[in-house]
């Protein structure tokens, strides 16, 4: 099984926290209904019953002109396009693959939960009672990142 690549992992950490640092956005929380989920469809049922996984947030700043040079894919509303980008972007297959990545290799995602990586707040890993906020979110893809990258140099 590939790995992500860490470099795209740690554009994606950065990605969320350029999107955090959004004046709007401050504290916001994976699954929080505020106002870019108004463009995300609500009649999902997947994971928290919103779009606001990281897949939902991913695809909301790729539809915003302004918060960066990355990942531009145009706005999609279904989650599972999303997350299907997100694994893309970091260079494996789709999000089937991404999520059984992380199970496989707990120590490399951070926490025995990345297969819930986009429906439950525990595979990022801090302040499990709480979702995580986009912050927390981008953090723990650079850290991510940092964990492949060591591995990697000791292969």
């Given at each position: 099984m590939n790995h992500p690549n860490p470099e795209r992992c740690r554009e994606l950490g950065t990605f969320f926290l350029i999107i955090d640092g959004e004046p709007t956005m401050k504290e916001i929380r994976m699954g929080e209904a505020s106002w870019p989920n108004e463009k995300l469809d609500k009649n999902s049922r997947h994971g928290c019953?919103?779009?606001a996984c990281?897949?939902?947030w991913f695809g909301w700043g790729c539809g915003v002109d302004h918060l960066v040079p990355g990942p531009r894919n145009g706005f999609e509303n279904d989650y599972v396009y999303q997350a299907n980008k997100i694994a893309q972007f970091v260079g494996v297959k789709n999000s089937n693959y991404?999520?059984?990545w992380a199970e496989t290799n707990p120590r490399l995602w951070g926490n025995g939960y990345g297969v819930s990586m986009f429906c439950g707040r525990h595979a990022f890993g801090e302040n499990l009672g709480e979702q995580p906020t986009i912050?927390?979110?981008g953090i723990h893809?650079?850290?991510?990142a940092d964990r492949i990258e060591a591995h990697e140099k000791k292969a």
């Open positions: 019953g919103t779009q990281h897949a939902g991404l999520e059984s912050k927390q979110i893809w650079l850290k991510v």
